[in-house]
């Protein structure tokens, strides 16, 4: 399957954190997204990323760090590949745990893509590389066929998803992470996201970024089951470019993060899209469970909804901000939480009611059909957020200036948000 990666377009130095944006595909599908302007220069030290990493502060990444640093906790990023030689994953990748039959060239990065989200996940930021918001979690590896893999042949050899998504399922992994997405509805991607869940697994997966374009539903987000994030600016503002629905169940911040400029590994490049957002959601998660190791999933993500940041009513969820934005500290400082029954999905209305607007579906085998889903191209030309419009049924509410603002983590996040309900 070729699918469009979940999708983080990349920024030139020269433009500032608040000025020049731009959306890529699902995530920043480099070496498929035209780089604005010229990008970090290709000799340009890594060293400067952490402090580029403005979400760790807001989220008091230190505070919750001296409580849990996901220690115990497995995620499989599933996505372009994982390098485990960057200095900031060094003895984070468990390559030896995936398994022969989908595991080829797991550790092999054909964009620099999967690496990122493995580092905004569990990065040590040795080296001044990255550092995960749960640096003590490791990754386990998975390499499919995304946006951006250009040889017939190799995406002919790559594990198809169904495969990958099962095989860890069987594993003790606990979080899937998925920054990817296509607008097609594939019948074995469902099946495998149900085994998975009914094997305690905590899926998480990015919504999209072609929201300004064509505001496709993006599956595996849009799968029952699947916990879809939106992207969140510095201020809790959703990125224009994320897609919306109501199959967004959170969102975290995923507008210029740094992330590796491409599979050189030799720089790092400031990024938009609902992939780092996935990364950072999946971090979240992690940070939670570790803490509470007895919790399911269903406690875990009851958890990161009941103290995620919003101004509406909890039974009134955004369609661009879900259930509100993820703060994973909020769980942490209070040891009598209270998560609710083992058992009890949290989502359970939005996997009755199912996923607004309609998607192809098709029966073909995963790996035969190409995704219909964003590129970089299109990506491209997506602007600078700007206003967004309204629609027949609902419309904006922009919290600016006097307005209601919701604190996530120690800053002060303002939110946009429309209605699901209205």
């Not at 920024?11 to 608040?18: E, I, K, P, Q, W």
């Not at 890529?24 to 030290?45: K, Q, R, W, Y």
């Not at 990958?164 to 099946?191: H, Q, T, Y």
């Not at 600078?384 to 027949?392: E, G, R």
Request: glycine share 12%; proline share 6%; hydrophobic share 40%.
């Amino acid at each position: 399957m070729v699918a469009a990666i979940g999708q983080g377009g990349r920024l030139s130095a020269s433009f500032g954190r608040r000025n020049g944006r731009r959306a890529s595909a699902v995530c920043s599908a480099f070496g498929a997204v035209a780089v604005l302007s010229a990008g970090l220069a290709p000799d340009a030290s890594a060293a400067d990323a952490q402090p580029r990493q403005w979400y760790l502060t807001a989220m008091k990444a230190e505070e919750m760090w001296k409580v849990s640093t996901g220690k115990g906790v497995k995620v499989a990023v599933i996505d372009t590949g994982v390098n485990p030689e960057t200095p900031s994953l060094k003895g984070q990748v468990l390559a030896g745990e995936v398994p022969k039959a989908v595991g080829y060239k797991a550790t092999e990065d054909y964009l620099g893509h999967g690496t990122s989200m493995a580092e905004l996940i569990a990065g040590t930021g040795a080296g001044g590389g990255l550092k995960g918001l749960a640096p003590g979690a490791k990754i386990v590896p998975y390499r499919i066929a995304l946006t951006g893999l250009k040889s017939e042949a190799e995406k002919e050899k790559a594990p198809r998803l169904p495969a990958v998504i099962r095989a860890v399922a069987d594993s003790d992994v606990k979080i899937i992470s998925m920054s990817f997405g296509s607008e097609i509805n594939r019948p074995e991607v469902l099946a495998a996201v149900k085994y998975a869940q009914s094997k305690g697994k905590l899926m998480i997966a990015s919504t999209g970024n072609k929201a300004e374009v064509k505001n496709f539903i993006g599956y595996p987000a849009a799968y029952p089951y699947v916990v879809g994030v939106a992207a969140s600016d510095e201020s809790g503002k959703v990125g224009k470019f994320s897609e919306h629905g109501n199959y967004v169940d959170l969102a975290a911040p995923g507008l210029d993060i740094p992330t590796w400029c491409d599979a050189t590994f030799r720089s790092y490049c400031d990024g938009v899209g609902t992939s780092m957002a996935t990364a950072i959601a999946s971090a979240s998660a992690a940070l939670v469970w570790s803490a509470h190791p007895k919790w399911t999933a269903n406690q875990v993500l009851a958890g990161l909804i009941d103290t995620a940041g919003r101004d509406w009513a909890k039974d009134d969820p955004s369609t661009y901000l879900g259930y509100g934005l993820i703060r994973p500290r909020k769980v942490l400082e209070n040891a009598d939480f209270n998560p609710g029954a083992p058992n009890v999905d949290p989502l359970a209305r939005e996997n009755a009611t199912g996923e607004t607007g309609s998607a192809p579906s098709v029966s073909a085998p995963a790996s035969s059909q190409p995704s219909k889903g964003t590129s970089g191209e299109d990506a491209a030309s997506a602007a600078v957020p700007s206003s967004h419009s309204s629609d027949d049924n609902t419309r904006w509410y922009v919290i600016l200036g006097a307005v209601l603002v919701a604190a996530v983590g120690g800053g002060a996040f303002a939110l946009a948000r429309k209605r699901r309900t209205a």
